[in-house]
């Protein structure tokens, strides 16, 4: 137990810290005659030597007095405190984490409750989140209990060991602290664990999408190669076929993606290429080249054979 202090005056010169199990019951002190310069005390089985050690989960009582010259001081103002052992992280402490389309899945081990040894059950997992590199991170809503609030949420079920979180942007990195949450419900009071390893999730922006369904086909029998394309970035975009010296063949599809549709809502489009030329004419045997280009620095390629 860590007992803290701000500096009183220049004629203190020492200080007595006093503890008791039962409020205003003090009698010997805990510890004597500490250094006017020192501002803390930690109280455990090797300092408290006046008195019983510490247990976990009881209530204990501090207060403490300044002596100088002229004597020693009235009492300070009573503290109390309940001391617990906190729970333990996992074998691994690592968060698990997947992107999908602006937002963060969140998955990760359960810590190891140490209620029956000096500690609380856990009832939740309170998540933290940094869009700063970590230098500040803010409660998640939805996860374990706000810091400093009570009372628990209804029941006593199994906490959850995965969170969804849906307030994404893209374009940034965002850092993930998990800490699990036990609770003292004699006391109304809950704690913190030790946190699990911070996870770091980059949301990138999307890019504009082609994907050729088959890489071979017999325009001869009728067939086709289906070509779709998922656009999310504005601008005039075309798809078109050349050959493998690079002649163009025909243009598949020519025009312009409106701004209105964005990443979460892409511009889709179905085309289906038959084999043949600008012309109208079934194109020879051989391996050819579907290119979809856009303004936006986009290209993709694909090839595709036509066999007869």
């Given at each position: 137990m860590s007992i803290l202090w701000r500096f009183v005056s220049t004629d203190v010169t020492s200080y007595t810290i006093?503890?008791?199990?039962?409020?205003?019951?003090?009698?010997?002190?805990?510890?004597?005659?500490?250094?006017?310069?020192?501002?803390?005390?930690?109280?455990?089985?090797?300092?408290s030597r006046n008195l019983p050690p510490i247990i976990n989960t009881q209530t204990y009582f501090y207060t403490m007095t300044a002596v100088n010259d002229a004597g020693?001081?009235?009492?300070?103002?009573?503290?109390?405190?309940?001391?617990?052992?906190?729970?333990?992280?996992?074998?691994n402490p690592a968060i698990r984490t997947s992107y999908l389309r602006r937002s963060v899945s969140l998955g990760w081990d359960a810590s190891i409750s140490m209620e029956g040894n000096g500690g609380y059950p856990i009832v939740g997992y309170n998540i933290y989140r940094s869009q700063d590199g970590g230098?500040?991170?803010?409660?998640?809503?939805?996860?374990?209990?706000?810091?400093?609030?009570?009372?628990?949420?209804?029941?006593?079920?199994?906490?959850?060991?995965?969170?969804?979180?849906?307030?994404?942007?893209?374009?940034?990195?965002?850092?993930?602290?998990?800490?699990?949450?036990?609770?003292?419900?004699l006391h109304n009071i809950s704690h913190e664990?030790?946190?699990?390893?911070?996870?770091?999730?980059?949301?990138?922006?999307?890019?504009?999408?082609?994907?050729?369904?088959?890489?071979?086909?017999?325009p001869a029998k009728g067939e086709s190669v289906p070509v779709t394309l998922s656009e999310v970035q504005p601008g005039h975009t075309w798809v078109k076929i050349y050959n493998l010296a690079g002649e163009l063949i025909c243009t598949l599809w020519e025009g312009n993606v409106d701004a209105q549709y964005n990443p979460d809502y892409p511009f889709l489009l179905n085309l289906a290429w038959d084999g043949k030329n600008s012309r109208g004419e079934l194109v020879a045997s051989g391996v050819y080249i579907i290119h979809a280009e856009g303004q936006s620095r986009y290209h993709q390629t694909r090839k595709v054979a036509v066999i007869k």
């Open positions: 006093y503890r008791a199990s039962i409020s205003g019951s003090y009698t010997e002190p805990l510890a004597a005659n500490i250094a006017s310069k020192i501002t803390y005390y930690v109280d455990n089985t090797l300092t020693e001081s009235s009492r300070s103002a009573e503290y109390s405190v309940i001391p617990s052992k906190p729970s333990q992280l996992p074998d230098s500040s991170f803010r409660w998640l809503e939805g996860s374990g209990i706000p810091p400093a609030t009570i009372p628990l949420p209804a029941g006593n079920s199994t906490p959850a060991l995965s969170y969804l979180d849906l307030d994404i942007a893209y374009g940034n990195v965002y850092e993930y602290r998990i800490q699990a949450l036990d609770f003292d419900s664990g030790t946190a699990y390893l911070i996870a770091r999730v980059p949301v990138d922006f999307p890019n504009n999408r082609m994907d050729v369904l088959r890489n071979a086909f017999n």
